[in-house]
């Protein structure tokens, strides 16, 4: 068996390699980078997640193509456009989801929830983001049911303007 070396991780859970240490902190701050599939638009985020988790909801499945969505939750403030803002398209389904995306390849990037004063983005966009998720929201629309323990929320938990309605594993 070959034996798996993990990488290093800061304390926010988030791999470092030491080419790269320099850059992702900025003092006590830790800083990500994420990138739409072609690489045009780089958004850059700064601090920890409030939550990550998965969403099971109809409309993020059909938007991200996939039978379950991950992602981070941070607050608004700590998502910027780091590059590429002119290719930066968005498509607002409701006030609580403007969905943005790369306009040149079409790659997802983040939900901004502007109501809620956060902003989501999506798990896959960030390479170097330890996922470490603590709840599945949406629950109710599940397709693929995962047991591993999380919090299942029917909706949304009550914070986030949800039923805070749980259901069982």
Known sequence: ???????????????????????????????????CFCGTVEI????????????????????????????????????KIAKGAEHLAMFQKSKLSQRQYCG???????????????TEVFAATIPDLAFTPSLHINYTEAVLPMRDGLPKFRNFPGALGGSGEMMLD
């Open 1 to 35: 068996m070959i034996p798996l070396r993990l990488p290093e991780r800061d304390q926010a859970g988030i791999a470092i390699s030491p080419a790269r240490h320099a850059r992702r902190k900025r003092g006590n701050v830790v800083s990500l980078t994420g990138k």
């Open 44 to 79: 850059e985020i700064t601090g920890s997640p409030e939550t990550m988790g998965y969403c099971h909801c109809r409309s993020c499945r059909s938007w991200s193509g996939s039978p379950v969505n991950a992602f981070g939750l941070w607050k608004a403030e700590a998502v």
């Open 104 to 118: 040149k390849c079409g790659g997802h990037l983040m939900t901004n929830r502007r109501p809620l004063g956060l």
